[in-house]
């Protein structure tokens, strides 16, 4: 299981676009969507700088320049998420999406819907976990067990928040779902 699919209805595009853009053939990318084939490095590369193009910021505020980003390999792959995704992540709902809420890393208690802790800032991010998130192969999450605190076990997801009672949790769909939900008609 991997993220390909996912990055790229993310982005709107059917498969013949992205072969396209790839200069693939649309075997070869349906084949690694499908995981009936593992990409080498260097396609992984070239996954990775092709969907880095897409993710795209306008210049917004003091910055003149657009800004660029890069999904890691590593989420691509569905095996975590780096600091590098969360920021890209963050960045596109902040700049594209702000209605829809705030982009925050949150820790639950396990299998619970009771909130413990909410992350904005990306700092506080790294400084609590290290600066990645990880999954699992299977493409479930490993819950987060926080050393600092007598290993404390909560559940992470990746949610917009906009106030304590419109809350859209959004991990299932970045991280391992095969569509993403449309949460404008909301």
């Known amino acids: 299981m991997n993220n390909l699919r996912t990055v790229r209805e993310f982005f709107d595009l059917s498969l013949s676009q992205a072969s396209t853009g790839l200069n693939w053939d649309k075997v070869k990318l349906e084949a690694f969507e499908l995981a009936e084939k593992i990409p080498n490095v260097l396609e992984w590369q070239h996954l990775a700088e092709y969907y880095a193009n897409l993710f ?6 003091d910055n003149v320049e657009p800004i660029h980003f890069r999904l890691s390999v590593d989420y691509l792959m569905n095996v975590g998420i780096t600091m590098n995704d969360l920021l890209a992540f963050k960045w596109y709902f902040e700049n594209t999406r702000p209605e829809l809420g705030t982009f925050n890393v949150a820790l639950y208690q396990p299998q619970t819907a009771k909130m413990e802790q909410k992350f904005t800032k990306l700092n506080d991010i790294l400084e609590q976990f290290a600066g990645y998130l990880l999954l699992n192969y299977d493409g479930t999450m490993n819950q987060f067990i926080n050393e600092r605190n007598d290993n404390q076990i909560s559940d992470w997801r990746l949610i917009l928040y906009k106030r304590d009672d419109l809350i859209i949790d959004v991990t299932d769909q970045l991280v391992y779902f ?5 949460y404008t008609v909301m």
């Open 56 to 61: 795209h910021v306008p210049a917004v505020g």
């Open 178 to 182: 095969d569509y993403l939900v449309n």
